[in-house]
């Protein structure tokens, strides 16, 4: 059976993969020194993230503050995803906006944040 949607293209033209340096972000709190990393996925205009940003000592964050900036690619509106911390005992919602990740409710203290969202752009 054929669907209702009017189909634009059939090759998988636009496929990339890489990483990237989240930037720290305004809402973090961050003991010791700041490190981070990151990987990509982008398969038209849609964009999966992946992050870790920790502390030296610690890192926690605010609600409603931004954990990184400068994903490698402009959201096109806003989109959730998920985080949670290095042992796993707490998660928040995130939401990614612009070129920036920001957290739905605060995570305490902790050895490190890794996050995933996907996006379209």
Same mark, same amino acid.
């Given at each position: 059976?054929? /669907?209702?949607g009017?189909?634009t293209?059939e090759?998988?033209?636009?496929?990339?993969?890489?990483?990237?340096? +989240?930037?720290?972000?305004? /809402?973090l709190?961050?003991?010791?020194?700041f490190?981070?990393?990151?990987?990509?996925?982008?398969v038209?205009r849609?964009?999966?993230?992946?992050?870790?940003v920790?502390?030296?000592?610690?890192?926690? /964050?605010?609600s /409603?503050?931004?954990?990184?900036?400068?994903? +490698?690619?402009?959201?096109s509106?806003a989109?959730?995803g998920?985080?949670?911390?290095g042992?796993?005992?707490?998660?928040?919602t995130?939401?990614?906006?612009?070129?920036?990740?920001?957290?739905?409710?605060?995570?305490?203290?902790n050895a490190?944040?890794?996050?995933t969202?996907?996006y379209?752009v």
């Amino acid at each position: 059976s054929s /669907g209702s949607g009017t189909m634009t293209s059939e090759l998988l033209s636009d496929y990339e993969e890489g990483t990237w340096i +989240p930037n720290q972000g305004s /809402g973090l709190t961050v003991v010791g020194a700041f490190t981070s990393s990151g990987t990509y996925t982008k398969v038209g205009r849609q964009v999966t993230v992946t992050g870790n940003v920790a502390g030296a000592t610690s890192i926690a /964050g605010a609600s /409603g503050g931004v954990i990184c900036t400068s994903l +490698p690619f402009t959201v096109s509106g806003a989109h959730a995803g998920s985080v949670g911390i290095g042992n796993v005992n707490q998660g928040s919602t995130l939401i990614a906006f612009s070129t920036n990740i920001y957290l739905a409710t605060a995570l305490t203290a902790n050895a490190g944040i890794t996050f995933t969202v996907t996006y379209i752009v």
